[in-house]
């Protein structure tokens, strides 16, 4: 268990419909990234928060946003679904000491398996 | 950002060590080598990082060359529950975010 939860574990929605995906990061974590593994893609990077402010962006699709608030959980607000947005959502949080020029693991959590049809 | 080479698949028998190798030819001084594993589709599991030095914890060992272009992780005794795909890679250095890049990684089957 690595401290870092999401929920839901499963969605099935329909194309066109907007869904919201949740986590929670581990206790004292700062930062919060968000992944996509689909199946022909692979695991690929979306957007990164740090204590509530964007900090980095990967792939990220226009459809797509997310936010991180006060109580440094973040949510993945993904719109207008098409069936290509099928895949595994991850999130995974870390101290994030970058600033000090440490390392800084990042730890997932399970994910979330959207299926889109 | 540092490309990683890894063979696509490999075997290796219950209680054996299994070796698996990394080809980072491009790292940069400041890059980390971190190796996450990923068991069917769960959430990628933190293994061990380093720099330099070879570094072992509960999990492994890591094995970084001199000139730090390619690394080996040792799983010692290997088991089935080690069965999974495991991933090399160079950690962004930390003014571009951190993310981490995935590669196809190397899945390793561990055989009774």
């Known amino acids: 268990d690595s401290g870092v939860t999401q929920t839901p574990k499963h969605l099935i929605t329909a194309t066109g419909q907007r869904v919201t995906l949740r986590c929670s990061p581990r206790s004292g974590d700062l930062s919060v990234y968000w992944y996509q593994q689909s199946l022909d893609q692979g695991l690929q990077f979306l957007i990164q928060y740090y204590n509530g402010e964007e900090r980095a962006k990967g792939n990220i699709l226009e459809r797509f946003s997310a936010q991180q608030f006060p109580d440094l959980h973040s949510e993945l607000n993904l719109s207008s679904l098409e069936l290509g947005d099928s895949a595994l959502y991850f999130c995974?949080?870390?101290?994030?000491?970058?600033?000090?020029?440490?390392?800084?693991?990042?730890?997932f959590g399970p994910g979330t398996r959207l299926t889109v049809l | 950002d540092a490309k990683t080479t890894q063979p696509p698949s490999m075997d290796c028998a219950e209680g054996r060590a299994a070796n698996l190798p990394c080809n980072h030819s491009?790292?940069?001084?400041?890059?980390?080598v971190y190796w996450y594993r990923q068991i069917h589709s769960q959430g990628p599991q933190y293994i061990i990082h380093g720099l330099k030095n070879n570094e072992t914890n509960e999990m492994a060992s890591l094995i970084i060359t001199e000139d730090r272009k390619s690394s080996t992780l040792i799983l010692p005794h290997a088991t089935l529950r080690d069965t999974a795909v495991y991933y090399c890679?160079?950690?962004?250095?930390?003014?571009?975010?951190?993310?981490?890049?995935f590669g196809q990684g190397t899945e390793l089957s561990v055989k009774p």
């Open positions: 995974a949080s870390s101290v994030s000491l970058d600033a000090l020029g440490g390392t800084d693991t990042q730890y």
């Open positions: 491009t790292i940069s001084g400041n890059e980390y």
């Open positions: 890679i160079v950690r962004v250095s930390a003014n571009q975010g951190g993310k981490l890049i």
